[in-house]
């Protein structure tokens, strides 16, 4: 490799120190062979096991001997922690090793828009278009930037040369002009959804639910641009996998009153009760709220997350009857 050309596929967030792994962990393997395995993984693994292969997809680790300058495989990293919604960790691993690059610069956008910082990505791109091939995410970042004209031309560039798919289009054409743009005809949305369209139908009046997109979608949710439902449904689906920190996840359940009841509301009313019995300390009311809150979470398939907020001090704690269900929850 020329020493001028950065070896991006090294990049990593936990240093081999903290991680126990060697440095020359991918070494002797192939990328190819590295992605088929990353793209084969489980969706929902068990805990510890989910626990490891975040530390060996963020451990800084030389890449596999054949490994270029296009960052293939850092890529294979970054999508597989995609698909377990753990967006920050792979906007950061793409940081890392320098997004300012054509290599990289389309996942750096995604990854943004989907957290909502993409103002200092779009800057980027006004300043050097020659980053991203795509039309589209150029005309995003200079309407953004407040190059409406230039972002006006563009596209009319990219419709004369079949830049575009309709969808695609239509949400531009929206973006640039909500008075006129767009052709009336009412479009669904694609199967193949991305962050950018994703946003553009957002910016466009039109949001869609992210429930029904790949699970990454999850995070645009936590932007404080939703209701407290669709906030904690999100916070849900990340927590399952180990993207979202249970903390987090808490700060969500208690941050106000559910003003209705059932379903969703129940799990939040019941987490509300046990919490609050937990710090006051109150055995008597932990012992009438938990055999309900623990139901509850583990329906949802947040047993895990349950154990990693409350498990050390239910072992501590004397409940007649439920030593048991502690000891269990402390186990886990």
């Known amino acids: 490799t020329p020493l001028s050309e950065a070896q991006r596929d090294a990049g990593g967030l936990l240093p081999a120190n903290n991680t126990g792994l060697p440095i020359s962990l991918w070494k002797a393997s192939q990328t190819e062979a590295i992605k088929t395995r990353l793209e084969r993984l489980p969706e929902t693994p068990l805990p510890a096991l989910q626990s490891l292969i975040y530390t060996v997809l963020l451990a800084e680790a030389d890449p596999p001997s054949a490994a270029n300058t296009t960052a ?13 919604g753990a967006v920050d960790a792979a906007l950061a691993l793409i940081e890392r090793a320098g997004p300012e690059s054509p290599v990289l610069f389309d996942d750096w956008l995604q990854l943004s828009l989907l957290l909502g910082t993409e103002q200092r990505v779009c800057k980027a791109l006004s300043n050097a278009p020659s980053l991203s091939n795509d039309y589209a995410a150029r005309i995003f970042c200079l309407v953004r930037t407040g190059d409406w004209p230039t972002a006006a031309l563009i596209y009319d560039t990219g419709v004369l040369i079949g830049a575009f798919d309709d969808t695609e289009a239509e949400q531009l054409s929206l973006y640039l002009d909500p008075e006129t743009g767009g052709t009336g005809i009412d479009l669904p949305p694609p199967r193949n959804m991305n962050a950018l369209l994703y946003r553009l139908y957002e910016a466009n009046g039109n949001p869609l639910p992210t429930r029904s997109l790949p699970r990454e979608f999850a995070a645009a949710d936590l932007r404080g641009t939703t209701g407290w439902r669709s906030e904690i ?7 399952r996998t180990g993207a979202l920190p249970s903390n987090r996840l808490l700060g969500l359940y208690t941050a106000r009153k559910p003003a209705a009841s059932g379903g969703i509301w129940d799990r939040v009313q019941h987490l509300q009760a046990f919490d609050r019995a937990m710090l006051a300390g109150n055995e008597a009311r932990i012992s009438e709220a938990l055999p309900i809150v623990w139901e509850d979470m583990r329906d949802a398939g947040l047993g895990v997350v349950f154990a990693t907020l409350y498990g050390d001090r239910l072992e501590r704690l004397d409940l007649p009857g439920l030593e048991q269900t502690a000891h269990g929850i402390g186990l886990l």
């Open 233 to 239: 449904e999100a916070a849900e689906r990340l927590a």
């Open 72 to 84: 293939e495989f850092l890529h294979a990293r970054v999508e597989a922690l995609r698909r377990y």
